[in-house]
């Protein structure tokens, strides 16, 4: 029989893990460029963070780019789009 308790501590790492990785970014993003970025306006994909915020944000996002990389790379993100 399934057993949902087993299924959702099993998942529950994963979902934690996410979370800090979102709150990460933002406040690696926020240090380095003074921007407070919501979750929605990015995501993250295989080690990648894309960015899906104004042109204007994405600008000085990239100008900091390794700044926040940086503080990203123990985290496994590598790159920003």
């Known amino acids: ?3 949902i308790e087993s299924y959702l501590k099993k ?3 994963k ?4 979370f800090d990785l ?3 970014v933002i406040f ?3 240090k380095h460029t ?3 970025l919501k979750q929605e306006e990015f ?3 295989k080690g990648f963070v894309v960015l899906k915020t104004t042109p204007l944000k994405k600008n000085k996002i990239i100008l900091n780019k390794n700044n926040i990389l ?3 790379l123990s985290f496994g993100l590598n790159n920003i789009k």
């Open 15 to 18: 979902i934690k893990n996410d």
């Open 1 to 3: 029989m399934f057993n």
């Open 34 to 36: 003074n921007i407070l």
């Open 28 to 30: 690696s993003v926020k």
């Open 22 to 24: 979102f709150e990460m």
């Open 43 to 45: 995501s993250l994909n």
């Open 11 to 13: 998942h529950q790492n």
């Open 70 to 72: 940086k503080d990203l």
